[in-house]
């Protein structure tokens, strides 16, 4: 999925990226412009990606990016058609070079385009508590209402039917129909990814989104992170209960149950069909299969394949667990 | 406990609700009329209750309900003065009719009854902040305290001497005398408790309130949903600290002690000078006893008899958990 | 750290406090003054300390307080400058003096002293949103954004180059420059101390502060309790994620990273460099070193030295949690 609310302030020619990253190319012409940065799959002809771990290597030979930033020991892996920009740090490079394209997705202060709905076109098409306010480059559909004191902050599509509570504050959100995002609610600010740095930590940029399917219900108090390079996504007809945050670039099938204050880290794919116990807590980077129960307190630390039930910490499959204890 | 807020509907002829359940019931009269729908314990004649678990045998010999919604293998168990209505899925029935009956208690969209309390009886008696909205059907006692852009919603009776903080949002709730709500919390919402189903979730109604006895503490940023059939009882002079989560029909005795993040889900039973560590999770439709101890982190699968310590996941006797670690 | 912001309603008179706890100091002269009540270390002449653990009796023979609350059983360990005043609860007689000594330490309701942001002297030199209030006592340096709905309760200081979120709530804090704190997070109010009592807990006062050094983050939904007689801090450059807990008096060193809704219990001591996966939690009055990482979901119950990895509950040594498993 394409970031549909930072603008790129692209094009940016090949010999800027490399003074950026204080490398040389050889041979290369210094004023090919550069397009966009995108991730593996998603990257196109005069796009730059990245690529920094073994995890991504049969992904990487189907990339169409012409430029990717990687390190040493991977440039190898890179298609014929892909120019490698070889670095000691592939992240941080990144990170440093999609500020440049994003500008806009570092900084996560309040929304100062926010006004009151009582001042914008909302006014007639949505039921809306007392000091509702609206920031720029906002769209809600027919049958919505927004409860009190809630920010829909700048860059957020909202669909028909659709029911925000309280005390909310929404941004860089796409949210479908039939949706309810309950109150006390923080969704679609950046993630918690950044460089650690003894001087002061390096924050990465986030321009992916939070993308709300259909018919998905949120519960109070919960926090939901946008992605940083892809988004975060929440299936059809899941419902989460309160408390729960979910990290950046997670994303959840359809039909899920997730009790309250459960916690999802960064970049874990759940499948749909998937029931997670209360305060259970799921790792970055795994990925839960289809129709998976996990018991609630669970930790889990590594990938659960489909159709399983799991329990315990580290989680493992709920017979064993209940036999042992 | 009755449900105090929410409008009887009724009564509803049996024949209309045969109807509503696809059901037929050999020689009864068309017209009788069902006054409510209630649990086993405080239906009356004319009510309705509902029957779906052997737990509850010995409960279902004392009823004074007239009907009995119940299934086929549980029917045989009911006392001769209270007719059967056998369906497929007891409670998905029990949600249907209790929609019939209270139409109000499915939906938690933001209280559109809301209004700035400078408009509003309680200018004088209460000492408030800025952007407090007061509800329809709120009342207040003498020496009470509101804090800023805090929300009474509709439904909500509080005490003498309470403390209301600021950002918090309050519904369907009985607050008794010497009450303090701290910040950023949310009570009297909606549990979690759906059908699920694949199309899209069923809700079922709550009918339930929050009733927090005299001399509690709610810390900040602490949820307590209000019951489905019955209420989310907090008992007198107990104490909860931030961040913790109180799903539906819990009750918690008095005296206890609940420290920051732990979750307790539906229905569970806590009993008087319970002390619970911090992010201890508690299972639903447990019962523990009085002057348990509850080490922190641990997660509580069975019941726990009084006087007991307990500690690990799945939390065992205290003793027993340190010595094999 | 003294201090800043409650006024020492002091000097009492040695004969008030005797009085007070109901004791009495053979040969004792009536009319000497107590100027202030602190901790171990940082009492001076004319001031009275408390002494009521063993742990401490190192720290009691440097103290410089002329007085000291302790028990029979601890008040030969103190120096012979100071005369002990022996009481059946240390802490309990610690708590009535402080509440005499500052009394507006005990009370966190609303602030009624905030004012809208546009009625004061902030109004052209701070960056803000919709609806935001100042308290009594509150300085803000250059730079510095406030979101909408936020509310800088009485006593808090804020450096230059800040931002806080909408929906946040502060109340005596310091906090220094370059410091992000996002939205919905409330920082300051008192910590989950009291005494238990069966008719109604006695609070103890909290005259600590909450001290936020250079270029912290601390992310959405979370909850900082300021220090009971010292202060909570949390050290220069460390991020906090979504939906943390950090309790009265905890101290938290430099560099330190700590991941989505950790809790961390009251007193206990973090070093520089560490970092906490998510949902971790940490007990009370324990001391972390520095270098130090804790595995996600872990529950830490005794001290951990410096440069360990440890991760389970109770955490242990990762490598031999790994194993185990």
Same mark, same amino acid.
């Given at each position: ?17 490399? &003074? ?17 940065? &995108? ?62 394209? +994003? ?26 508590? &007392? ?13 919505? +209402? ?65 993308? %709300? ?74 990925? %839960? ?28 499959? %709920? ?7």
């Amino acid at each position: 999925m394409n970031n549909p609310f930072f603008r790129n302030h692209g094009p940016i020619l090949i010999h800027e990226i490399c &003074k950026l990253f204080e490398i040389n190319i050889a041979g290369i012409k210094e004023n090919l412009e550069v397009v966009d940065i &995108k991730d593996l799959q998603s990257s196109k002809d005069k796009d730059i990606t990245f690529f920094h771990s073994k995890k991504y290597k049969d992904l990487v030979k189907t990339t169409k990016a012409s430029y990717c930033i990687t390190n040493e020991s991977l440039k190898n892996e890179l298609p014929k058609n892909c120019i490698p920009l070889v670095v000691e740090n592939v992240l941080l490079s990144v990170s440093k070079l999609t500020a440049k394209f +994003y500008p806009d997705s570092i900084n996560d202060d309040y929304d100062d385009t926010a006004t009151n709905i009582d001042e914008t076109k909302f006014k007639e098409k949505v039921r809306y508590g &007392k000091n509702v306010l609206i920031g720029a480059n906002v769209s809600i559909g027919s049958n919505c +209402y927004i409860g009190h004191n809630s920010i829909i902050e700048k860059n957020v599509t909202i669909g028909n039917n659709c029911s925000i509570g309280s005390n909310t504050i929404i941004r860089n959100t796409i949210i479908k129909n039939d949706v309810k995002i309950l109150d006390n609610c923080v969704i679609g600010k950046h993630g918690f990814g950044f460089f650690p740095n003894n001087t002061k930590n390096l924050r990465y940029p986030h321009i992916g989104v939070v993308l %709300i399917e259909d018919s998905c219900e949120i519960g109070c108090g919960s926090t939901i992170d946008r992605g940083s390079m892809s988004s975060t996504i929440i299936g059809r007809n899941t419902y989460l209960d309160n408390q729960i945050h979910i990290a950046h670039n997670v994303r959840i099938g359809e039909n899920s149950i997730i009790a309250g204050q459960v916690g999802i880290a960064g970049s874990t794919l759940i499948g749909s069909n998937v029931k997670i116990g209360g305060q259970a807590g799921i790792s970055g980077h795994l990925k %839960i299969g289809n129709n998976v129960e996990i018991g609630g307190g669970s930790g889990v630390i590594k990938n659960i394949p489909d159709n399983t039930k799991v329990m315990g910490y580290p989680a493992k499959n %709920i017979r064993e667990f209940l036999r042992e204890k």
